[in-house]
């Protein structure tokens, strides 16, 4: 799936950078779609948003594992791998923050 002008790194990075930027923009305790995730990168690196889902939710699934997003469904923090459907994401309260879920 990963074309000739990525390494599996450089792609992971890519990842990477767009959930966290698309975090960052739509601000504390707000939360995004893994599919918009795959969507805006799908638009900036010229692969089709589906075949990007696994590797979004792989990419998701480190984030939450070092503590950096958490992994939404129904309004609960589930564990991205287990979940099955549509899950959102958002970034973990900083020590010291007011508490994502309040924002």
Same mark, same amino acid.
């Given at each position: 799936?990963?074309?000739?002008?990525?390494?599996?790194?450089?792609?992971?990075?890519?990842?990477?950078?767009?959930?966290?930027?698309? =975090?960052?923009?739509? $601000?504390?305790?707000?939360? %995004?779609?893994?599919? &918009?995730?795959?969507?805006t990168? +799908?638009? !900036?690196?010229?692969?089709?948003?589906?075949?990007?889902?696994?590797?979004?939710?792989?990419?998701?699934?480190? =984030?939450?594992?070092? $503590?950096?997003?958490?992994? %939404?469904?129904?309004? &609960?923090?589930?564990d991205?791998? +287990?979940? !099955?459907?549509?899950?959102?994401?958002?970034?973990?309260?900083?020590?010291?923050?007011?508490?994502?879920?309040?924002?």
């Amino acid at each position: 799936m990963i074309s000739k002008t990525f390494s599996e790194d450089a792609f992971a990075e890519r990842i990477r950078e767009c959930m966290l930027e698309l =975090l960052i923009e739509r $601000g504390p305790g707000r939360t %995004i779609c893994v599919s &918009e995730a795959a969507q805006t990168l +799908a638009v !900036r690196i010229g692969f089709h948003w589906h075949d990007l889902m696994r590797p979004v939710r792989t990419i998701a699934a480190a =984030l939450t594992d070092a $503590g950096v997003i958490e992994a %939404i469904q129904h309004e &609960e923090v589930v564990d991205i791998r +287990a979940a !099955r459907g549509p899950v959102r994401l958002r970034l973990r309260a900083m020590p010291g923050q007011r508490s994502a879920q309040q924002g």
